[in-house]
């Protein structure tokens, strides 16, 4: 399936608001990581390197478990550490001088992901080596000392040289954690939904937003229990409102990047390319980072499809009051904040309807009315002025749904 041509993608009538027995994710997941192979498998450096050689050893190994064990390379690739570069080195960053680098750091830790999953490539050395890499499948981050001139990888593990004698740590040892290199690179949330300790995205510093500057890790002088704890009890909330949403967001993200913590505001993100990856702030309130799970999931969601196939035709160009930020935006910002949002407003709905202990705070409803307001505005301005394309008039029509619900009810 091409970018461009979107016949073979499937009507999602349930991707702003999933439906109890949804398979929309799983789906779109599938469709998602397919073209993640086909774009690793496509990948090249424009001459020969170390990096190269590399990456092609990989892409045969790839090609030969993809034939024998489609499941563990796809496992491999819904990895953000490995999926992101993907996505990163499929755009400009593939023609850039820094591609080498990143190519680097991709073979490294796909390497990495599939021997300590028991698919170990063909040896491969890279050299230069990249200083760092996280591995999700064992929750840690090896650190290369600052002298390492290579690395080989190898079946019985990785084989590093410096300027003292080469060290060789087996695989067994790295997904243990308790190498000499090696440090937590995670903290358990709540089924695959992890708190990352430690994040290599070349993507995290890039900011579009006017009121942050970046997503560079950072507790916030909180421990990660204090942070896990904080996230699991935002995740108990959609649970309770919305458990469809709360099921995809264990099935689809991986990470939670924190980035500081504040008492009075609250900023998350997320990139179209880190698919499975939330940057967010911890906050002492549960609902609002509750809000910013499904928000930020629900961008996750939508990205997936727009990597593949465009939802509105005019999405970029010209630009919208948005009732979401306090800058104008291209119709694009407007749909991704109404898609966010929507389920939002269910989640505020359905803990109306138990009477959950959040709706006794004064806030709760105003913030409700608030979002109201900002749906209805968006809706009304993609409403007017939005062309869906083939791929995005059933998710056009479900947000479309979800708004006259909205306003049917009076929320």
Known sequence: MSRKDSRSLPHFVDLTLPSDDSTTVR?????????????????????QSSEQRALEALQKHCKGVAASEPGAILSALRKPTIGGLIRFLAGA????????????????????????AGNAAPAILLSPTPRRFILIGADTMLTLPSDTASCRMHADGLTYVGTSAPTTLSWEEIASGETPISSPAAAHVSGAVRLALADDSP?????????????????????????????????????????????EIELLIQQLVPVGFDAHSHLSASYQEMIGTIYLSLHPEPMTLAEALIHEHSHNKINMLWTMAPVIE???????????????????????GVHAFLPVERLYERLAEVAHPV??????????????????????????YAEPSAAGRSVMDEIMKWNAHFEAIGS
């Open 27 to 47: 789906t779109l997941l599938s469709q998602y990581l397919s073209l993640q192979y086909r774009d690793l498998m496509r990948m090249r450096l424009a001459q």
């Open 93 to 116: 960053a593939g023609a850039s001088s820094d591609a080498p680098k990143w190519i680097a750091q991709l073979c490294a830790t796909l390497y990495a992901e599939l021997a300590i």
């Open 203 to 247: 993507l995290a510093e890039h900011e579009t937003h006017p009121d942050k500057a970046g997503n560079a890790l950072d507790l916030g002088g909180k421990s990660d229990n204090e942070w896990a704890g904080a996230m699991r009890a935002g995740l108990e909330l959609v649970r309770t409102g919305v458990p469809a949403v709360a099921d």
């Open 314 to 336: 005019n999405a970029f160009a010209p630009n919208y009051p948005s009732p979401f930020r306090p800058d104008e935006r291209p119709l694009h910002g407007v749909l991704l």
């Open 359 to 384: 709706t006794g705070d004064p806030n709760f409803e105003r913030r409700r009315r608030a979002i109201r307001e900002n749906n209805r505005a968006a809706c009304e301005t993609l409403e007017r």
